[in-house]
């Protein structure tokens, strides 16, 4: 009898936590989806954001590679650059992050890898932070857990469906309350962003070589 009692609950409480690991709906505007996932080691919530694009899969890869622009649609992206160019498909950038006062700025060195599944041509951009390359800066807080993935799938010609999931913990003592809103709306807007930056003559002819449109 207590054996199957124990079963049972151990049965509802799996039940309960992988309801818990579900992504949740925060909003669905302007064409702009966010969801928010609780992460079992963390008081930071993963991200993820979802759009649909007017551009080839090549324009919106070469923004993605274009790490000297990134200051200009990213949101509150204070700094960024290049720091390796490993291959057409792989990088290592730094970037530092403004946060609102009275907390002080982030920074992070991020790893990144690009790859094309054959056949459906879908587009996978993974970037995970790294440490070592650039010295921590005294006055500014160095992000040691964050990996971001970017998936792109061509719809048509012209369009692409594009998906985001970020999960970061900036740091410090933080509460969840001040930095889960902060990163929502972050995406939010840099997603807002993409749309004009997308859009740029410079990137209108890009065929970066190792692409399948």
């Given at each position: 009898?207590?054996?199957?009692?124990?079963?049972?609950?151990?049965?509802?409480?799996?039940?309960?936590?992988?309801?818990?690991?579900?992504?949740?709906?925060?909003?669905?505007?302007?064409?702009?989806?966010?969801?928010?996932?609780?992460?079992?080691?963390?008081?930071?919530?993963?991200?993820?954001?979802?759009?649909?694009?007017?551009?080839?899969?090549?324009?919106?890869?070469?923004?993605?590679?274009?790490?000297?622009?990134?200051?200009?649609?990213?949101?509150?992206?204070?700094?960024?650059?290049?720091?390796?160019?490993?291959?057409?498909?792989?990088?290592?950038?730094?970037?530092?992050?403004?946060?609102?006062?009275?907390?002080?700025?982030?920074?992070?060195?991020?790893?990144?890898?690009?790859?094309q599944d054959p056949h459906s041509k879908v587009v996978r951009v993974d970037a995970n932070n790294v440490g070592g390359y650039v010295p921590v800066k005294s006055n500014i807080v160095r992000?040691?857990?964050?990996?971001?993935?970017?998936?792109?799938?061509?719809?048509?010609?012209?369009?692409?469906?594009?998906?985001?999931?970020?999960?970061?913990?900036?740091?410090?003592?933080?509460?969840?309350?001040?930095?889960?809103?902060?990163?929502?709306?972050?995406?939010?807007?840099?997603?807002?962003?993409?749309?004009?930056?997308?859009?740029?003559?410079?990137?209108?002819?890009?065929?970066?070589?190792?692409?399948?449109?």
């Amino acid at each position: 009898m207590y054996k199957n009692i124990f079963s049972f609950i151990g049965l509802l409480f799996i039940f309960s936590f992988c309801r818990a690991q579900e992504w949740i709906v925060k909003s669905d505007k302007n064409g702009i989806k966010t969801y928010a996932k609780k992460v079992a080691d963390s008081k930071i919530n993963a991200v993820k954001i979802e759009s649909v694009y007017a551009a080839t899969l090549s324009q919106f890869v070469s923004v993605l590679l274009d790490v000297g622009s990134y200051d200009s649609w990213i949101y509150n992206s204070k700094s960024t650059r290049l720091l390796k160019q490993v291959s057409p498909v792989e990088l290592f950038y730094y970037s530092e992050v403004s946060f609102p006062w009275p907390t002080v700025n982030r920074d992070f060195v991020s790893h990144v890898i690009i790859s094309q599944d054959p056949h459906s041509k879908v587009v996978r951009v993974d970037a995970n932070n790294v440490g070592g390359y650039v010295p921590v800066k005294s006055n500014i807080v160095r992000i040691s857990r964050s990996s971001g993935r970017w998936i792109i799938t061509p719809l048509s010609k012209n369009q692409v469906k594009v998906e985001y999931v970020l999960q970061v913990d900036p740091g410090g003592d933080l509460p969840a309350w001040l930095i889960n809103p902060f990163a929502a709306k972050g995406l939010v807007e840099t997603f807002k962003n993409l749309r004009a930056q997308v859009k740029k003559s410079v990137y209108a002819s890009a065929h970066p070589a190792f692409l399948t449109e």
